[in-house]
């Protein structure tokens, strides 16, 4: 049972960076596909980023496309979600998930992903 865990999350102001960070435990990530998503208040999850268990196929949501680069660290098991320029509209919960399968769907959907971790706070604010 693959479990994940975010940190990195907090409170930012427009124009800054934050790094996220998902550390999984209980199997190895090589295999698998990740993603992130994220959810404002009222609203649904949606899709972020992904990445494919063999990092060659990555696809980024239009709202985030040039602004946040997804990274992953198999050696530590870990995976990244670097986060620039961010605006009020970024504020939201964000999770991580990972995908039994191991590809990176061009349409990023949540049924893709398997396994998820319970969600950090960014907050864009100044």
């Known amino acids: 049972q693959l479990l994940l865990v975010e940190s990195g999350g907090g409170l930012v102001q427009p124009g800054g960076s934050l790094r996220l960070s998902c550390a999984a435990s209980?199997?190895?990530?090589?295999?698998?596909?990740i993603g992130w998503f994220r959810q404002a208040p009222g609203k649904e999850r949606e899709a972020g980023s992904c990445?494919?268990?063999?990092?060659?196929?990555?696809n980024y949501a239009d709202s985030v496309k040039g602004r946040f680069t997804m990274s992953r660290d198999n050696g530590k098991n870990t995976f990244y979600l670097q986060m620039n320029s961010l605006q009020p509209e970024d504020t939201a919960v964000y999770y991580c998930?990972?995908?039994?399968?191991?590809?990176?769907?061009?349409?990023?959907?949540?049924?893709?992903?398997?396994?998820w971790g319970q969600g950090t706070q960014v907050t864009v604010s100044s």
């Open positions: 998930a990972a995908a039994r399968l191991g590809g990176c769907p061009r349409r990023i959907t949540m049924q893709h992903f398997d396994y």
């Open positions: 990445i494919s268990s063999s990092g060659g196929s990555r």
């Open positions: 209980g199997d190895t990530l090589d295999y698998y596909g």
